[in-house]
């Protein structure tokens, strides 16, 4: 079945440094998205990706659509202290017959930024 | 502006206990509900959704349950924990199945003692 394979699974950076996080599947998505979860919470939506292509930025975060369609990318420039926590990738699912399904998950990149 | 409630924050419940956990969503009507598990702060696991009242979809075979009486209202139950449900649970919603993003609560810390 379809997988998302994030990477890496945690990084320990200095804060202003810029951070770069992926995740990859075998698989086309027709959708990407990035959640941000902090410890103890639930997970927050982040980034909205919908096109082949396409690069969108909220803040200091930028997200890539890979043109393959079956990657994308996060960057959070100079980072600060508040950006630790889990970061997700999620596609809807496509099933055999074409149609979406539900969302699935990447394992998520732990950071943590030393001050 | 639509709003995910989630309770109670943390559980701690003995083996062979029910469980109750209650999700409820405002500010929009008819949403698309789910329940996640989430074990050791990775990997989100689909256990449940429904695309309306009484409609509930199950993703994986478990201990668990899950209802939903009213539109807004979601509810995760147990009629007997197991060791292996602790875990933390988190209730999410969208506007339509598959196609938009997810919006989760804040989630419920589960231990079975």
């Known amino acids: 079945g379809q997988q998302l394979n994030q990477s890496p699974q945690s990084m320990f950076i200095q804060e202003g440094e810029d951070v770069s996080m992926n995740c990859t599947s075998s698989?086309?998505?027709?959708?990407w998205l990035w959640y941000k979860q902090d410890p103890g919470e639930g997970p927050v939506l982040l980034i909205a990706?919908?096109?082949?292509?396409e690069l969108t930025s909220n803040g200091r975060l930028t997200a890539q659509f890979g043109i393959t369609r079956k990657d994308s990318f996060l960057n959070i420039s100079a980072s600060i202290p508040s950006d630790v926590g889990i970061y997700f990738c999620?596609?809807?699912?496509?099933?055999?017959?074409?149609?979406?399904?539900?969302?699935?998950f990447g394992k998520g990149t732990k950071l943590s930024v030393k001050p | 502006s639509q709003t995910i409630h989630q309770w109670p924050a943390t559980l701690v419940q003995p083996v062979g206990s029910p469980l109750s956990l209650e999700c409820t969503v405002e500010?929009?009507?008819?949403?698309?509900l789910y329940w996640y598990r989430q074990a050791a702060g990775r990997g989100l696991q689909l256990l449940f959704y429904?695309?309306?009242?009484?409609?509930i979809s199950s993703e994986v075979p478990q201990n668990l349950s899950a209802s939903r009486p009213q539109d807004r209202q979601f509810i995760l139950s147990s009629k007997k924990l197991l060791l292996s449900d602790s875990g933390f649970y988190l209730c999410?919603?969208?506007?339509?199945?598959?196609?938009?993003?997810?919006?989760f609560g804040n989630g419920t810390r589960l231990t079975v003692t």
């Open positions: 990706l919908y096109k082949a292509g």
């Open positions: 999620a596609g809807p699912f496509i099933n055999y017959g074409g149609s979406q399904g539900n969302l699935i």
């Open positions: 698989s086309i998505f027709n959708t």
């Open positions: 429904s695309v309306g009242i009484g409609q």
């Open positions: 999410a919603w969208s506007v339509y199945h598959s196609i938009s993003p997810l919006h």
């Open positions: 500010g929009t009507s008819n949403p698309n």
